[in-house]
Every structure is written in structure tokens, then in C-alpha cells.
């Protein structure tokens, strides 16, 4: 499985950014499919999740309401939609999947398989 992480950028704070995470190498049933980022100085952390065959998302509560994760089925592709964009979501963003983890781990750094990461900077 390979992933392929994009849409990162430069933007003001109260902007928008739509990352993508391109994936290749299988079919993805069963999978779950999350973000994680790492902002200077810290570790990483879990964004959100979704599974990929009943689309079930997961958040956690900084991102609830601003982010929206969501799949295209046909294009293996998952995107994070990030709204109202603040300069402490300033960070390294991460897409991973695995198709063993439960999704009552999704915020576990557990997942076998790491995108490259797309830098997310927002200015104040």
C-alpha cells in the first residue's frame, strides 16, 4: 500500500485547505484511513478517521466542526477539508492507513502504512 499525501499550502487564518490522500497498492475494504499531524516541537497526533466501507468518521474535538474527512471510493483517494483554519494547526500533515486496526484505536499511532506528509502553514 502506498500513500500519497498533497493539498498542503500557505493560508490565512479563517482560510480553507483540502488535503488528499491518494492511495495505490490494493483494494481498501475494511480499511481505516485517518490524518495525524505534527506540529513543531510536538509529537504526532490523531486529526481524524473515517472507515473506508461503512464511512464512518471519527474526530478529535480541536478538529470537530472546522474538519471533515471524507473518501471517494472510485479514486482510492481520502481528503481532510479544513475550515476555518487557525495558526496553531500549523503542522506536518500525515494520512495512514491500516486494515487491521479497530476503529476504536484510530487515535493510536498504529497504523502500518504512513503518506509522506503535506506542510500546513497558517499565518495569523
Known amino acids: 500500500v502506498q500513500l500519497q499525501a498533497s493539498g498542503g499550502g500557505l493560508v490565512q487564518a479563517g482560510g480553507s485547505l483540502r488535503l488528499s490522500c491518494a492511495a495505490s497498492?490494493?483494494?481498501?475494504?475494511?480499511?481505516?484511513m485517518a490524518w495525524f499531524r505534527r506540529a513543531p516541537g510536538k509529537e504526532r497526533e490523531a486529526i481524524a478517521a473515517?472507515?473506508?466501507?461503512?464511512?464512518?468518521?471519527y474526530y478529535v474535538d480541536s478538529a470537530r466542526g472546522r474538519f471533515t474527512i471524507s473518501r471517494d471510493n472510485a479514486k482510492n483517494t481520502v481528503f481532510l477539508q479544513m475550515n476555518s483554519l487557525k495558526p496553531e494547526d500549523t503542522a506536518v500533515y500525515y494520512c495512514?492507513?491500516?486494515?487491521?486496526?479497530?476503529?476504536?484505536?484510530?487515535?493510536?499511532?498504529?497504523?502500518?502504512?504512513w503518506g509522506q506528509g503535506t506542510q500546513v502553514t497558517v499565518s495569523s
Open positions: 497498492g490494493r483494494t481498501f475494504s475494511g480499511y481505516v
Open positions: 473515517i472507515t473506508w466501507s461503512g464511512g464512518n468518521t
Open positions: 495512514a492507513a491500516d486494515e487491521s486496526l479497530s476503529p476504536a484505536n484510530w487515535r493510536r499511532r498504529l497504523y502500518a502504512c
